[in-house]
């Protein structure tokens, strides 16, 4: 950990120029020299549409702006697909389901997902620069999680591309054909592996959409797709804002659609599906409960909390945005959690002991601001890291709730945002009934030293994952997905590929 905490009063001070000087304690913070990651993210000025194979301009000869929220600098001219373009991209898609993708063995595009994972670990740092400019991540967690994670799910498709006999042993596992998939920004590469890396291995076919703030990693995939001799057609990147999603979801060629993002889109998506063929998986939205319990090993506990909130911006579907811990060790986790959050590092994305980098955009900045000042008029007490914040691009201090009741905003809604409600149980029961007391369902944290605990917790809570004395853990072969408002179907594991076949 880059930080370390310990008397104000037993320092040095501060040179007389105001400037800190490096390794002397600021506050209760180490101050750092700046240690920004310079590999190039080799970015381009504009990025079209990869349909067929190529880069080819949008009919609509529309472009919009991708905005760095770290300094709110332009980075590229983003293509704004229309109706045309989606429809180029689906019959480019049939095309090659019909032509070579379709006819190829499993272990022949075996080869080429595995071709597309090391050429991602090729130029991982180059693409970890590139994610953390788009969206905002700090770069150690596009560095050490999103990119490397976004490649082993391609290294595990490729794996069961030559094994689907044994997805559902006694039956044959068949291609659907053409998918459809809208992505979200908060891990926008990492999303699109999710997304294509099972399909592939199914044999389908894919037009997809990445958010309309982060599309850049998309593209930058499609070159990998181009350098690994993909097939032209077989994965379709389309860029835009929800019209492109929507046109996309509704293509009468899409034999499923796939989609990531909040709860009120994906209602939307299913209205309009509604009555039509199309399978559907639904990955929505989140307000997960972390549960502590007076037996648990608090400062590991608080480490979780801390990594499952405030970590990345918050931004994650799964973040365990309430935190619900036994009445007796409530003020004990709360005090140290405070303390916690101030000694974290707000600031540049690009900074190698940046903690918390910027919130993704403008607007989602303003629904952050618009609930947590919902949580102050509700009655709840506030807490924020008093840490300094750039003057440029957008930020937000990690903030602390609490006194939180299960009828505020901020106890129910999906804030997004680096933004922690905490609330109290007494009893077991209590917690459960709290914890389900929600329109999500996506996943949990419990913390506590009774695996037997545990065991009973991991069936009453209704969520799609439920993390033991651990938070925020992936693995490509370990299935993801919701409860309730929080979606339908699974993505990663054995599971996830029932959703991109069909079996006879
Ligand atoms: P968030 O609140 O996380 O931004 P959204 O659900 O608004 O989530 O966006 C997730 C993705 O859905 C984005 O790629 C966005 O462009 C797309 N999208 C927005 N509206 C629609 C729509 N009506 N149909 C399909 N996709 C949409």
Request: one cysteine or more; proline letters at 6%.
């Amino acid at each position: 950990m880059a930080t370390l905490t310990t008397e104000k009063s037993s320092h040095p001070t501060p040179r007389a120029s105001g400037r800190p000087v490096p390794g002397l304690i600021f506050g209760d913070l180490w101050e750092y020299d700046p240690a920004p990651e310079t590999a190039d993210p080799k970015l381009k000025a504009r990025y079209d549409l990869f349909i067929g194979g190529k880069f080819v301009a949008p009919a609509s000869g529309k472009y919009f702006d991708s905005i760095n929220p770290g300094n709110e600098k332009k980075l590229a001219d983003i293509a704004h697909a229309n109706a045309a373009d989606v429809d180029a991209a689906y019959r480019a898609a049939l095309q090659a389901y019909d032509g070579a993708w379709g006819k190829m063995a499993g272990r022949d595009r075996a080869k080429y997902i595995y071709r597309i994972a090391r050429l991602l670990q090729d130029r991982a740092r180059e693409f970890a620069v590139a994610e953390t400019m788009d969206g905002g991540k700090p770069i150690k967690e596009s560095r050490d999680f999103d990119v490397p994670m976004a490649a082993a799910h391609f290294f595990y498709h490729a794996g069961w591309a030559d094994k689907l006999d044994y997805v559902a042993p006694g039956r044959r596992a068949a291609p659907l054909g053409v998918v459809g998939q809208v992505i979200p920004w908060n891990f926008p590469l990492l999303m699109l592996a999710w997304k294509i890396a099972p399909a592939l291995a199914m044999g389908n076919c894919v037009v997809i959409k990445p958010a309309e703030t982060t599309s850049i990693t998309a593209l930058k995939l499609a070159e990998i797709f181009q350098d690994a001799g993909l097939p032209p057609g077989v994965v379709n990147i389309v860029t835009g804002f929800g019209d492109t999603g929507a046109a996309v979801m509704t293509h009468p060629i899409a034999a499923k659609v796939a989609f990531t993002g909040s709860t009120e889109v994906g209602k939307i998506i299913m209205r309009s599906l509604a009555g039509t063929e199309k399978k559907m998986t639904m990955e929505l939205g989140g307000k997960a409960a972390n549960i502590v319990f007076d037996d648990a090993p608090l400062d590991q506990a608080v480490e979780g909390i801390v990594n499952g909130i405030f970590f990345n911006q918050g931004h994650v579907c799964c973040a365990g945005s309430r935190l619900l811990v036994q009445e007796s060790v409530a003020a004990d986790v709360l005090a140290k959690l405070k303390h916690r959050i101030e000694v974290l590092r707000v600031g540049d994305p690009l900074d190698k002991n940046t903690d918390v980098g910027a919130i993704n955009s403008k607007e989602q900045l303003a629904t952050i601001q618009r609930l947590v000042a919902s949580g102050v008029k509700e009655g709840a007490t506030l807490f924020q890291s008093p840490c300094k914040l750039p003057v440029r691009g957008y930020y937000f201090r990690p903030t602390i709730f609490s006194n939180v009741s299960m009828s505020h905003r901020i106890a129910r809604e999906e804030i997004f945002g680096p933004v922690l409600s905490v609330l109290t149980f007494r009893t077991l029961e209590e917690a459960v009934e709290k914890a389900n007391n929600t329109a999500y369902g996506l996943s949990a944290g419990v913390w506590t030293d009774k695996g037997s605990r545990i065991l009973k917790l991991s069936t009453e809570l209704k969520a799609g994952v439920v993390w033991a004395n651990t938070f925020n853990k992936f693995d490509p072969a370990s299935p993801f997905g919701g409860y309730k408002e929080s979606g339908f179907g699974r993505e990663g594991g054995r599971q996830g590929l029932f959703d991109y076949c069909k079996l006879a």
